[in-house]
T-cell receptor, first 111, second 115 residues
Framework: GNSVTQMEGPVTLSEEAFLTINCTYT??????LFWYVQYPGEGLQLLLK?????DKGSNKGFEATYRKETTSFHLEKGSVQVSDSAVYFC??????????FGTGTSLTVIP | GAVVSQHPSWVICKSGTSVKIECRSL??????MFWYRQFPKQSLMLMAT?????????EQGVEKDKFLINHASLTLSTLTVTSAHPEDSSFYIC???????????FGPGTRLTVT
């Protein structure tokens, strides 16, 4: 079946620190992979995605590379800002277009 | 853009009553929509897949008679929580898959509190 395992939080970083949030997946076939962000009191927003192996998704300084050999899609950012404080969800889209989400990682960036 | 709205954004109801949540795709058509449930500090769990003009497909463990889904048009799906109980209190989120490009867009969610 399909599942996503995501690094547990919460994560607290100082501004300008390097961020990595680990995500691994189990899937039948070749799913598309996503990172979504949820700011306090708001809905999910697509951060980035990758649709096939070795693709790199990037947006707002965040990056993630689809690694088929390690079934991973780790999220990275070189220098976080206070405004990046949010909950981050790794997800895969199955063959029926339904999403399977990780448990979410709460990030707090302190000045 | 592609916007999905949900109404209401939050609702409080008494135990035993029913409450309807609407999910609308505002500027695109969506034959397929999805309903998720999110408990505090937890991830989203898929409840059901809603297809316009046909019966919804429910995930294992989701009571179809309790969570009634109707997808009456290409821009509207509704989730009705029947005979609500406090344990149904949760954040309900829908997503709509655009027919034009198969991209999926999420609604802002509806917070349900059952007292």
């Amino acid at each position: 079946g399909n599942s996503v395992t995501q690094m547990e939080g919460p994560v607290t970083l100082s501004e300008e620190a390097f961020l990595t949030i680990n995500c691994t997946y189990t899937a039948t076939g070749y799913p598309s992979l996503f990172w979504y962000v949820q700011y306090p009191g708001e809905g999910l927003q697509l951060l980035l995605k990758a649709t096939k192996a070795d693709d790199k998704g990037s947006n707002k300084g965040f990056e993630a590379t689809y690694r088929k050999e390690t079934t991973s899609f780790h999220l990275e950012k070189g220098s976080v800002q206070v405004s990046d404080s949010a909950v981050y969800f790794c997800a895969l889209m199955g063959s029926g277009n339904q999403f399977y989400f990780g448990t979410g990682t709460s990030l707090t960036v302190i000045p | 853009g592609a916007v999905v709205s949900q109404h209401p954004s939050w609702v409080i109801c008494k135990s035993g009553t029913s409450v309807k949540i609407e999910c609308r795709s505002l500027d695109f058509q969506a034959t397929t929509m999805f309903w998720y449930r999110q408990f505090p500090k937890q991830s989203l769990m898929l409840m059901a897949t809603s297809n316009e003009g046909s019966k919804a497909t429910y995930e294992q463990g989701v009571e179809k008679d309790k969570f009634l889904i109707n997808h009456a048009s290409l821009t509207l799906s509704t989730l009705t929580v029947t005979s609500a109980h406090p344990e149904d209190s949760s954040f309900y989120i829908c997503s709509a898959r655009a027919d034009r490009n198969y991209e999926q867009y999420f609604g802002p969610g509806t917070r349900l509190t059952v007292t």
